[in-house]
């Protein structure tokens, strides 16, 4: 049962490690490097101005999502477990309800409402709708993290004089620290990662890494491509390490 | 209690973010999906170009339940939907069962190497998947969804597992029952609520399929959210695409609804 368990997980592995060998061939076709290995595609990649300002992009509209999502969602996480609400499982799920609907259906959605205002076309409107989604996963990171706070030390620091927002500021939010981080690296992810949203929304100035693979991708196929794969894999894996190191970190 | 309502304040971004991106897109489906189509060419071509501003009808629906084409692309994203649920499923629970019983470095190294192509971009595995099955089809796409879904799966039903005490098992094996007795009569049913969750989970996500059917497959496995994308963005008839997600909304809305309360009944 167990060697069946990981030749499965082996077998979901292969096409990641497929496509991230094939950024270092030597060849102009889709092959896997022999024993020649070459960074001539990352350096063609990082030479056009197209990649580049599509990698421009994806940094700024990661960083606009990060800060739209996690201030909103550590709010809403704080405001939720505290507010005294009578129906509370009704609005976190509302809260969640972006994770479940299908992206198509909230892309399209959106590119109407985008279209009507001045927005449209802005590295923001992007931002925004990459919230959207980023939203309640960054929640879910800081609801679990600030379960996790005990209540006793801030009603402490309430007893010792400290008003309502200092304890917080001085007792919890630092306690959550590591559900910070966590939100942080989940939001930068989703943002970097987000292909749907960005077909339908991203302009050609505002596009990125995704929206811009993605015609290479159906079309003209060149190692290229893989290299601008690479490269976002690349951006994505200090999250993947932070969250590797904090699951292991836990025992 | 005043100090709790004042908390409840705190909650006002989100709500803003929700109304604005969730339930606005929504409400414009909606109402889109009930304008006639625009006028491509002509005189107004340029104020009707997506739909027929302050025009009320039922047309669009017509269409996508009465066209061959539309109900065969519906049938089909369906059947995709339930394969790639069934066979994630399958999957998902022998990956979940190892996590199980594994030691507790074991249970750290599977679930890591399970999300590991969750933290990649799709595009990437697209590509890398594009490489090894080679030309387009049914199973490609199929591949692509539950490869997709794997990780969802493997997390919800290990969570179902690890709250059902080894104890349990351990006593069925006391009393005289087989390994797979013991398996199917105590571990199976404690699990299946968590594994109705990862179901519901799995179809809701591949009844919403898009990149798999577009990059992997033929035209003949083109679903419903490929004919939104081709509606809105290319053929710019968004009051048929936006009649479209109505339906598809229905549909992921009747799976969720009958699925959410077999669960119900379960636990």
């Known amino acids: 049962m ?57 940094f700024v509209v990661a960083a606009l999502t990060t800060l739209i999502s996690v201030p909103t969602a550590l709010a809403a996480a704080v405001g939720l477990s505290r507010g005294g609400w009578r129906r509370k499982p009704l609005w976190e799920t509302a809260l969640l309800a972006p994770l479940a609907l299908p992206a198509v259906a909230i892309a399209s959605g959106l590119l109407a409402v985008v279209r009507a205002t001045p927005l449209w076309g802005s590295h923001l409107s992007l931002a925004l709708a990459h919230s959207v989604i980023a939203t309640p996963v960054a929640y879910l990171a800081l609801r679990a993290s600030l379960e996790r706070v005990n209540p006793h030390l801030e009603a402490a620091a309430r007893g010792l004089g400290a008003s309502p927002r200092q304890a917080f500021r001085y007792v919890t939010l630092p306690l959550m620290a590591p559900g910070l981080i966590a939100a942080t690296l989940f939001t930068v992810v989703v943002s970097l990662n987000e292909v749907i949203l960005t077909l ?52 | 209690m005043t100090e709790a309502r004042r908390y409840r304040w705190l909650t006002a971004p989100a709500a803003a973010l929700w109304m604005l991106g969730v339930a606005l897109p929504l409400l414009l489906i909606l109402r889109l999906s009930v304008y006639s189509r625009g006028e491509i060419s002509g005189a ?20 996508v339940l009465t066209t061959p084409f539309y109900l065969n692309t519906l049938a089909f994203t369906i059947g995709l939907a339930v394969t790639s649920t069934v066979l994630t499923l399958v999957l998902g629970y022998v990956v979940a069962y190892a996590v199980y019983r594994s030691s507790p470095a074991g249970k750290v190294v599977l679930l890591v190497l399970v999300t590991l192509p969750k933290f990649t971009n799709i595009l990437v595995f697209v590509y890398g998947l594009k490489m090894i099955l080679g030309p387009s089809g049914f199973w490609p796409v199929v591949a692509a969804e539950v490869l997709m879904l794997l990780p969802y ?38 699990s299946l609520p968590g594994t109705i969750a990862a179901a519901t989970l799995a179809i809701l996500w591949s009844l919403g399929a898009f990149l798999g059917p577009y990059l992997l497959g033929q035209p003949a496995q083109y679903t419903i959210s490929v004919e939104i994308d081709r509606q809105m963005n290319h053929d710019l008839n968004w009051a048929l695409a936006a009649a479209l997600n109505v339906v598809l909304l229905g549909v992921m809305a ?12 379960l636990a």
């Open chain 1, 2 to 58: 167990k060697r069946l368990a990981y030749l499965i997980v082996g077998a979901s592995l292969i096409p990641l490690a497929l496509s991230l060998l094939v950024s270092f061939t030597p060849s102009r076709f889709l092959e896997l490097p022999g024993d020649e290995w070459t960074l001539q595609w990352y350096r063609q990649v990082l030479a056009n101005p197209v990649w580049t300002r599509a990698l421009l992009n994806s």
């Open chain 1, 200 to 251: 339908f929304l991203a302009t050609r100035d505002t596009s990125t890494l995704p929206g811009v693979i993605w015609p290479n991708l159906r079309f003209a196929i060149s190692p290229q491509v893989a290299a601008a794969s690479g490269l976002l894999f690349l951006l994505s894996a200090p999250a993947l390490a932070g969250a590797a190191w904090r699951l292991i970190g836990r025992r």
């Open chain 2, 44 to 63: 107004r071509q340029f104020e009707t170009l997506f739909y027929q501003p302050e025009t009320w009808t039922l047309d669009n629906f017509v269409q």
């Open chain 2, 153 to 190: 799966a493997v997390l919800t039903i290990a969570a179902a597992l690890e709250a059902v005490p080894f104890s349990l098992v351990e006593a069925a094996r006391g009393l005289g029952a087989s390994a797979a007795q013991a398996f199917w009569k105590v571990t199976f049913p404690l």
């Open chain 2, 254 to 265: 009747i799976c969720g609804y009958s699925l959410t309360s077999i669960r119900r009944r």
